[in-house]
């Protein structure tokens, strides 16, 4: 098994609930969302053809792709429904990373 390798994204404070984050970390796109005290950290670029999640519709814990409305479960990364209304299986699963907080620091395992 892997060792988990969390890397610094921001400080927790600058995160607010229900709004949409990016932040590039090395060579990864990162979205960040926040709900209370739970983070979600995702890859912030679309599977299907590289649209900035960040720029879609939120609603609730599912994000809606800005280009061709792909919708993505953002706590687990399923694809509910592929881009323009196709098949969910049409186009692969978000990238979802496991996060932690420390000093008040939001940390995710890139």
Known sequence: MQKA???RICNRSEIQDYELYRFDIGDKALLVMRDGDEFIVTSAICTHEESDLTLGILSDKTIT???HQAKFDLESGIVLSGPDGD????????KIFETKIENEDLFADL
């Open 65 to 67: 792709c800005p280009l």
């Open 87 to 94: 098949s969910p299986d049409s186009i692969p699963r978000l």
């Open 5 to 7: 390798l969390f890397t």
